[in-house]
Antibody
Framework: EVQLVESGGGLVQPGGSLRLSCAAS????????MHWVRQAPGKGLVWVSR????????SYADSVKGRFTISRDNAKNTLYLQMNSLRAEDTAVYYC??????????WGQGTLVTVSS | QTVVTQEPSFSVSPGGTVTLTCGLS?????????PSWYQQTPGQAPRTLIY???TRSSGVPDRFSGSILGNKAALTITGAQADDESDYYC??????????FGGGTKLTVL
């Protein structure tokens, strides 16, 4: 059974940092591109970032470029999102998703990040 | 900047048929954008319904179907049920592995 489990969310002050993790199981993690998607309270889903299967290529939404870094450890079957210089507008539930046929086929349950003083 | 457009809200009667659409602020949606559709109820993670325009994800009932209608991608729900009341999001693939989400459609079944 494919499972994606996010962790690492919490309360952080503006300007602070946080690292999210997404532990994958039930499939060959190293064969799939992975994405982060976020959802601010009461708002819609927004794509954040993606990484290719071996970690050699990454891409980011303009809103997080230069502040967030996506990475992966295929030996640990884990996806990461390092978030620096956090702002109030980064407050959201962050989902990891597996990519297949240019779409998400499996999603994690999400982890809440709250940026507030 | 690419903007993906969806109806903010829609309503359908139980047993009825509804078509939600997904367009581009400029240009037409084609199969080359590999449109996909997701269902989300409050407090839950999204659920994948349709990918690559019209392929149903595993376990999705055949009352959900995807297509291209004119210059937009479309999600059609036939025989709407009460538990279809959800938010529906489309995603367009923009190349290089990047996605853009539409703003979502809140579907009411009443």
């Amino acid at each position: 059974e494919v499972q994606l489990v996010e962790s690492g969310g919490g309360l952080v002050q503006p300007g602070g940092s946080l690292r999210l993790s997404c532990a994958a199981s039930g499939f060959t993690f190293s064969s799939y591109w992975m994405h982060w998607v976020r959802q601010a309270p009461g708002k819609g889903l927004v794509w954040v970032s993606r990484i290719n299967s071996d970690g050699s290529s990454t891409s980011y939404a303009d809103s997080v470029k230069g502040r967030f870094t996506i990475s992966r450890d295929n030996a640990k079957n884990t996806l990461y999102l390092q978030m620096n210089s956090l702002r109030a507008e980064d407050t959201a539930v962050y989902y990891c998703a597996r990519s297949n046929s240019h779409a998400a086929d499996y999603w994690g349950q999400g982890t809440l990040v709250t940026v507030s003083s | 900047q690419t903007v993906v457009t969806q109806e903010p809200s829609f309503s359908v009667s139980p047993g009825g048929t509804v078509t939600l659409t997904c367009g581009l602020s400029s240009g037409s949606v084609s199969t080359s954008y590999y449109p996909s559709w997701y269902q989300q109820t409050p407090g839950q993670a999204p659920r994948t319904l349709i990918y690559s325009t019209n392929t149903r994800s595993s376990g999705v009932p055949d009352r959900f179907s995807g297509s291209i209608l004119g210059n937009k991608a479309a999600l059609t729900i036939t025989g709407a049920q009460a538990d279809d009341e959800s938010d529906y999001y489309c995603v367009l693939y923009m190349g290089s592995g990047n996605w853009v989400f539409g703003g979502g459609t809140k579907l009411t079944v009443l």
